[in-house]
């Protein structure tokens, strides 16, 4: 038996889940790649409603498999490739995943009984994983596939298997898939684990297996992302005993059994920062809404140091202007090292870069969450961009009175934050500009195009040939 030192048929989705008639969901069907279709240099205005939080909403589904009594109504989940897959892994055990009335998403996980996961399904999303804890801690055993999801980097799961086994877990690796079991075959008990680096996937995987451990256990080093605290904040309305949530810290007291409750997912901060971006790559004036704006911290700042204006409205609501009355007619470089929360976010990066090629000076974007997340470099370079790499670190050119800095071309999204990124990029270029394969877009942004066509851009989603 190997331990965790050596682990470094398409099911036809159910559109019931997500009712929707939009041209972005038409995407889901798997025989026909589309691509978005810009034409550039046009200002946007007006506001743009962001959605629930993508990120949040995959924890938090694969967070109702520890509820072994009741319903989960969530609200706010958005509508994506990514969790639609996500629903189809929790049926793949055994959970009822309906849609209700008013945009609540019903999940009954109390009749789970398989401990074996759709491996198609996990192939596709990173978070698919994440159903390993609660399967082990509730039934003792759990056997899931390596998990799929963007191209950004190993991502390496040592850690969440290692996490499970300061809880009691025993670990195997048996034809590409993790197989885990609980302590003396049954389920988990209390340990503590110090994560050697913050990862998010890996906190929450051990949160959700703790919450049903016998006995406390304690986590340090922590992720402290505002997901993490969401996740927490649903388990404890479950009947979860989790403490320091948002903090390198957690002390987590097990309980026998969580039951189900109602829950609302926080805003997406990356979506918020994305349309944050496309307001300041076009020079425009919009407000977004609902946000937690101290989850943007970063993100202003380095709008508010290219010469932007971010003014908070309300509680829960932004403005971002980036109009020449604000700016002088220019935007400023500035540079960005990406670093786990409260750092500045690498889900927002891609699209960083896209606007600094805009700007006026050179910039450098250091990566340092993943190691391979400069697949955008080459395209934004296909539109003029002046981009030059040097491992992790990209050092742009920015404008230059002598060229224009981005005018239209094909481009192709490798993952879902750089398809966004060239989407921005398209915008601000003069021309007409292409983005394939923009099934990654899909996967993680709710009727992307449709909001940014409410805001005054020129933008369409065409089918290309079939495939």
């Known amino acids: 038996m190997a331990t965790t030192s050596s682990l470094l048929p398409l099911i036809r989705l159910q559109s019931k889940i997500y009712p929707s008639t939009s041209p972005s969901h038409r995407a889901s069907l798997p025989s026909i790649e589309h691509k978005l279709v810009i034409s550039g240099g046009r200002s946007i205005s007006g506001h743009v409603a ?29 509508e994506l490739l990514d969790t639609r897959t996500m629903a189809e892994v929790l049926r793949s055990v055994g959970a009822r995943v309906e849609a209700e009335d008013g945009g609540v998403l019903v999940v009954d996980a109390s009749n789970v009984w398989v401990t074996e996961p759709c491996s198609e399904k996990i192939g596709r999303i990173r978070a698919g994983f994440f159903v390993l804890g609660p399967l082990v801690a509730r ?51 209390g340990g503590s684990f ?6 998010v996937g890996a906190t929450e995987t051990f949160m959700m297996a703790a919450s049903m451990a016998d006995g406390v256990s304690v986590l340090t080093n922590a992720a402290m992302e505002p997901e993490v605290a969401d996740l927490a904040k649903f388990l404890n309305a479950c009947g979860a005993c989790i403490e320091g949530a948002g903090t390198s810290t957690l002390v987590i007291t097990g309980r026998k059994k969580l039951y189900g409750a109602e829950f609302t997912i926080l805003p997406d901060r990356i979506e918020a920062g994305t349309f944050m971006a496309a307001a300041a790559i076009t020079r425009s004036c919009i407000s977004l809404s609902p946000v937690i704006p101290s989850h943007l911290t970063q993100m202003t700042e380095k709008l508010t140091e290219a010469g932007c204006k971010v003014t908070q409205i309300g509680s829960s609501a932004l403005e971002v202007s980036a109009v020449p009355e604000v700016t002088g007619g220019k935007l400023q470089a500035f540079n960005i090292k990406t670093l786990p929360y409260p750092g500045f976010p690498t889900d927002l990066q891609a699209q960083c870069m896209a606007l600094l090629t805009t700007c006026v000076g050179s910039s450098i974007i250091e990566e340092s969450v993943f190691e391979n997340r400069m697949h955008h470099v080459k395209e934004l370079k296909k539109l003029g961009a002046e981009i030059k790499l040097s491992g992790n670190s990209a ?17 192709r999204a490798a993952d879902l934050r750089g398809g966004a990124a060239l989407v921005l990029a398209g915008m601000a270029a003069s021309g007409i500009t292409e983005v394939e394969n923009i099934a990654q877009i899909d996967r993680g942004y709710e009727r992307f195009e449709e909001k940014l066509l409410s805001l005054g851009a020129d933008i369409r989603r065409e089918s290309e040939a079939a495939v």
């Open 50 to 78: 962001i959605s629930g939080s993508k990120n949040s909403a995959l924890a938090v589904l694969a967070g109702t498999l520890c509820c072994s009594s009741g319903t989960v109504a969530l609200r706010g989940v958005p």
């Open 139 to 189: 039934f003792g055993k759990a056997e899931v596939a390596m998990p799929g999801g963007c191209r950004i980097g190993l991502r390496p799961v040592d850690l969440y298997i290692k996490g499970l086994e300061a809880l009691g877990a025993v670990a195997e690796l048996r034809e590409e898939k993790v197989c885990v079991y609980g302590a003396n075959g049954k389920g988990l008990v």
């Open 194 to 199: 110090h994560l050697t680096y913050p990862s």
């Open 395 to 411: 050092f742009i050119g920015g404008t230059k009175p002598e060229r224009i800095a981005l005018s239209g071309g094909r481009v």
